[in-house]
């Protein structure tokens, strides 16, 4: 029994190292920059939700975002522009796509 014991305990610990390993910090109350297409764009993703943004020079907040272990989301204005990518670290990189059918690519930078 106490060898069970031991060895469901061994089990445990491993699967809470890799359970660790593999998590990654909110995006929450965080901002983030990266050269969007033909501008620099500053995204903030707020506690609630919320996302707000500047880019061209213009400001907004007229965003939403969700976070799935590594895997980040956004929309902009009323999902005209759908984000999906990946947090590593200090990095967000993955794919854009808006209702002009255009699509690209964009890493964000932890501020």
């Given at each position: 029994?106490?060898?069970?014991?031991?060895?469901?305990?061994?089990?445990l610990v491993a699967v809470?190292?890799i359970a660790q390993t593999?998590?990654?910090?909110?995006?929450?109350?965080?901002?983030?920059?990266?050269?969007?297409?033909?501008?620099?764009?500053?995204?903030?993703?707020?506690?609630?939700?919320?996302?707000?943004?500047?880019?061209?020079?213009?400001?907004?907040?007229?965003?939403?975002?969700?976070?799935e272990g590594d895997v980040?989301?956004?929309?902009?204005?009323?999902?005209?522009?759908?984000?999906?990518?990946?947090?590593?670290?200090?990095?967000?990189?993955?794919?854009?796509?808006?209702?002009?059918?255009?699509?690209?690519?964009?890493?964000?930078?932890?501020?």
């Amino acid at each position: 029994m106490k060898f069970k014991n031991l060895m469901l305990s061994l089990v445990l610990v491993a699967v809470a190292g890799i359970a660790q390993t593999n998590s990654q910090p909110s995006i929450r109350d965080s901002m983030w920059v990266g050269f969007d297409l033909d501008d620099v764009m500053t995204l903030f993703f707020e506690k609630d939700g919320k996302m707000s943004y500047r880019n061209n020079g213009n400001s907004f907040r007229n965003g939403t975002w969700s976070q799935e272990g590594d895997v980040i989301t956004f929309e902009t204005n009323n999902r005209y522009r759908v984000f999906t990518g990946k947090i590593n670290k200090e990095t967000i990189t993955g794919t854009s796509t808006n209702e002009a059918d255009k699509t690209w690519d964009t890493t964000y930078y932890r501020v």
